[in-house]
């Protein structure tokens, strides 16, 4: 096995050129493929993110792959390359910063030699030495230090000390991750410090910035440290060496990255695909707009400008502003209280997004919800109020310049593309603020906007959206990697000149290229059309795989089910191939609204969903709320620890109308769709029984008022406390279904909370225990009719569904997107190599040593 190395190259001239001189050097021992310009004949210079993701597929081995890359969007494009890799190739894989010629030469000896990854890397940073030794000038060391001390972990987080100089506590360490202090690792770093009594500051030694404070999140930003970056955190108050502790986890936790932070797929973003213009697109051809590619794909179709469906900018938001400032106190209040109504806002998108694209995409938006609860943002506004005597709206749009003028003096591009996070709440908020009417319209077609809020990217339906094109704004976006994960093609930084565009004119869209094209003729429509219909028949036989049960290599069956949300998410499971609906949450229908559904409100709901999926078998998770998610019309106590508190089964049981009337609703739908009930947070048997008894009961009552009601009503459990899986065997028999929610069941266990960035490290799904917790179960119902189901986001990892099986899980329920590659990872597993490989699992010391175990 021989260290593979790919070169991302804007020119694939360049890429070959280089690649000559390395082979000729290194001999025949290379493995070496390129990712050298774009498929585009009219502007062949730019880079691809899935040409680098095929060249690193082309030279994985278990040695690992060093990937070198020119400038610009190709350090962009090799990112982006690894989000779409799979967990366990992308970690195989170092990004260098060594120089593509030289760099390529030194690592290519080294490779062919037979040298360890480590050893390639460190002999790419070198590869100046020689050239500054004969110029007689001094070489820099690739992390600022000695040039023989420079290589692989010269850049690596952790390693830091905390000193104790009396009065504060100190904690040094390096930026680990690939995009430094961008969005998301700030927010960590704020929630790190949640509820604790200490003052903590950061500065960033390297840059000579800071010292910023911590729990700000636009201060971190704004620091702008990058990785490699020597920090100080200084720390004082009672909770000081807690604060400390906090975040030497989460430096030694890559800052919460899971995978170096994406970037983006870009063509001549260095001005290679045309010359900038004052507005931001590029001069090209007639007829066609360039900008930078946010999301890749083909499409065509009419154009939806968003007009009024979308927010003005600042400026014309403030000009609304009609009456003259109360006093500061009702000020204040009219702020808090807009702030609370988008904080809801934001919170109703999140979710949506969490359901439709991922926890990851869900995220961005939590970004902006930390950025809406910055104390400093929110102290200027009321400091601008007070000083001022300005109402509320023009004190907080003062505020937020002032945090925008920080943004704007950072240098990083993907930093100060967070600005536009900042600005989009800013407007959410500005907009409650003057009571702007915003016409609620179903975007669809084409959809031009000037730009686009992660909350209202999110409200994208990507089986209505053919592609979206914005006139400013930038590949690292939140609202470009919505669209990715939502999987509609995007142009952004197009200019002014896309906002011209006439309602309804026809145009193409080339996502990969960064292309528009706006004049489009008869024979090149049909041409796209029938371009983009040939795509949509390949990944209809990729669906039509996942049509069908599947089972193991040896025949043991394993049914594949959809995790849905949103009653649309079900036609989408129906789609994907999905064996049923594993998990249907009903909060949709109880959150965020003045009073709880009816029972007919929930039939007609639920039935529409069974009809979706055409027969197919349900399974109903009745109410999982709580203190943590609370109901506008149920008055709950104050709890320390909401997530241990009056939630799930527990507070239907304690509000008896809640419960009788959800029930009454499947019951009645169950009499003519295969509808299951499933118990969330339950703890004891007797849980079981109250609500056995409760079923009974509204059967009988339908029953007897000429209802039709089922036969039997299937019943499961949702398997999320420990306590409950130890039991297992006693539940066997009991019920119809063990589904383990492998979120809650990791929290629990491992005693770290969900979102809880100081604790994040620990809540690994892979640990040892909570396999332990899994294999249990599917022992306890080893050979008898309860079927055993992960419904978590264990389920949907394409390389554990080998352990699960082993482990005796029978049933994944995942989002529907994933159904079919979760059904292939079944079809390459063999129950005997997953037994043992489950074994093998289980005693292993950590989840460190469990995902080697699965990546070898």
């Known amino acids: 096995m021989t260290v593979g190395i790919v070169l991302v190259s804007h020119s694939a001239a360049l890429a070959a050129a280089a690649a000559e001189l390395a082979r000729e050097m290194a001999g025949d021992g290379l493995q070496l493929a390129l990712a050298g310009g774009v498929d585009d004949a009219d502007a062949p210079l730019g880079t691809d993110a899935t040409k680098v993701m095929a060249a690193i597929e082309e030279v994985d081995d278990a040695a690992g792959v060093l990937v070198l890359m020119d400038l610009g969007s190709a350090v962009l494009s090799a990112e982006m390359a690894l989000d779409l890799l799979p967990p366990e190739t992308a970690e195989r894989v170092t990004l260098c910063e060594a120089p593509i010629v030289e760099g390529l030469v030194a690592a290519a000896v080294q490779a062919a030699a037979g040298a360890s990854l480590q050893e390639v890397v460190a002999e790419a940073r070198n590869g100046l030495l020689a050239k500054a030794d004969h110029l007689g000038v001094a070489a820099q060391a690739p992390s600022g230090g000695d040039v023989a001390s420079a290589g692989p972990d010269a850049t690596a987080g952790g390693g830091g000390e905390v000193t104790d100089t009396g009065t504060e506590q100190r904690f040094h360490a390096r930026v680990p991750n690939r995009l430094g202090f961008h969005a998301r690792p700030a927010a960590r770093i704020v929630e790190a410090l949640a509820g604790l009594d200490a003052e903590v500051t950061v500065t960033d030694l390297t840059a000579g910035k800071g010292p910023a404070r911590a729990r700000s999140l636009n201060a971190l930003i704004t620091l702008g440290a990058r990785q490699g970056s020597e920090l100080q955190f200084r720390a004082a108050g009672p909770d000081a060496a807690t604060a400390l502790a906090r975040l030497e986890r989460l430096v030694a936790d890559n800052l919460g990255d899971p995978v170096d932070a994406v970037a983006a797929t870009a063509s001549g973003d260095d001005g290679a695909a045309g010359t900038p213009t004052a507005d931001g697109g590029t001069a090209t051809e007639p007829g066609v707009l360039r900008g930078l590619s946010a999301a890749p794909g083909l499409a065509i179709g009419p154009v939806h400008p968003l007009g009024a469906a979308a927010l003005p900018d600042r400026e014309e938001l403030l000009a609304q502003v009609e009456a003259a400032a109360a006093d500061p106190d009702a000020e204040r209040a009219r702020l808090a209280a807009a702030v609370a109504a988008v904080h809801a806002l934001l919170r109703r998108s999140r979710d949506e997004l969490a359901r439709r694209a991922g926890r990851a995409a869900a995220d961005m938006v939590g970004t902006q919800l930390l950025l809406l609860d910055d104390p400093d943002l929110l102290a200027a506004a009321e400091a601008e109020i007070d000083a001022r005597g300005v109402d509320a709206a023009t004190a907080f749009a003062a505020a937020v310049e002032g945090a925008l003028s920080h943004y704007a003096a950072l240098e990083d591009p993907y930093l100060v593309a967070r600005a536009a996070d900042l600005d989009a709440v800013a407007r959410e908020v500005l907009a409650v603020l003057v009571d702007h009417e915003r016409a609620e319209v179903a975007p669809q077609g084409v959809v031009v906007a000037r730009d686009l809020s992660p909350a209202e990217a999110g409200r994208l339906d990507p089986d209505r959206v053919q592609a979206v094109l914005t006139a400013v704004g930038a590949p690292t976006s939140h609202a470009a990697l919505i669209a990715r994960a939502l ?225 039997r009503l299937r019943l499961g459990v949702m398997v999320e406390i420990p306590a409950l899986a130890l039991k297992a065997r006693h539940l066997v028999g009991e019920v119809d279904t063990l589904s383990i929610g492998t979120n809650d069941l990791t929290q629990y266990t491992l005693a770290a909370e969900r979102g809880n960035a100081g604790v994040a490290a620990l809540g690994d799904h892979l640990d040892p225990a909570v396999l332990a917790l899994i294999g249990a179960v599917g022992t306890a119902a080893a050979g008898s009719d309860t079927e055993v189901a992960v419904c978590g986001d264990l389920a949907s990892d394409p390389s554990v569904a080998a352990l699960l099986v082993g482990l005796g899980v029978r049933e994944l329920s995942v989002p529907p997107r994933d159904v079919p590659r979760i059904k292939q990872a079944v079809r390459q597993t063999c129950r005997t190599d997953a037994e043992a490989l489950a074994e093998r699992a289980l005693a292993c010391p950590g989840a460190a040593e469990v995902r080697a175990l699965l990546g070898g």
């Open 487 to 711: 999987g509609i093609p995007a142009v952004v930084a197009l200019g002014a000149g896309v906002l011209e565009l006439e309602a309804g004119s026809e145009v193409v869209v080339d996502g990969g290229a960064a292309r528009v094209e706006t004049d489009v003729a008869p024979e090149r429509a049909d041409a796209v059309r029938a371009e983009v219909a040939d795509r949509v028949e390949v990944h209809a036989v990729l669906r039509e795989r996942a049509r069908g049960h599947v089972t193991t290599r040896d025949g043991v069956a394993v049914e594949v089910k959809a995790n849905v949300g949103l009653p649309r998410d079900a036609e989408l499971a129906a789609r994907e191939g999905a064996d049923g609906i594993g998990m249907l949450r009903t909060e949709f229908l109880f959150l965020d609204r003045p009073d709880a559904p009816d029972e007919e409100e929930q039939v007609a709901t639920y039935t529409r969903i069974c009809t979706a999926v055409e027969g197919l078998p349900v399974t109903l998770r009745t109410l999982d709320v709580g203190g943590d998610k609370p109901l506008d019309y149920v008055v709950l106590p104050e709890e320390d620890n909401p997530f241990l508190g009056t939630r799930g089964i527990r507070l239907s049981l304690s509000e008896g109308e809640l419960l009788r009337t959800q029930l009454r609703a499947a019951v009645r739908v169950a009499a003519a769709h295969p509808v299951e009930l499933m118990l969330p947070m339950v703890a004891t048997v007797a849980e079981i029984t109250a609500v056995r008894e409760v079923v009974a009961e509204v059967t009988a009552t339908l029953a007897a008022q000429g209802h039709a009601v089922p036969d």
